[in-house]
């Protein structure tokens, strides 16, 4: 995986909900196990979610958080 993809999906922030603005890796585990349950949206967010999930559901998220900007 490139480094920058995954520096550009910590730092992106959600786009609409209930969590607009937040940065994705901040946004709390069950709304991503929601998505996950519903579909990711398409494209690039929705390819940008599921990593989130994946980071979150095998306990990443805190190795990760010094490359919030």
């Known amino acids: 995986m490139d480094q920058?993809?995954?520096i550009d999906a910590v730092n992106q922030k959600m786009p609409f909900g209930?969590?607009?603005g937040r940065k994705l890796l901040?946004?709390?585990e069950p709304y991503l196990?929601?998505?996950h349950k519903q579909?990711?949206?398409q494209g690039k967010l929705g390819e940008q979610l599921?990593?989130?999930?994946e980071i979150k559901l095998n306990g990443l998220e805190g190795m990760l958080?010094?490359?919030l900007k």
């Open 50 to 53: 599921a990593l989130m999930y």
């Open 33 to 35: 196990v929601w998505f």
């Open 65 to 67: 958080k010094p490359l």
């Open 4 to 6: 920058q993809l995954l």
């Open 26 to 28: 901040e946004l709390p």
């Open 39 to 41: 579909g990711f949206p």
């Open 18 to 20: 209930k969590y607009a």
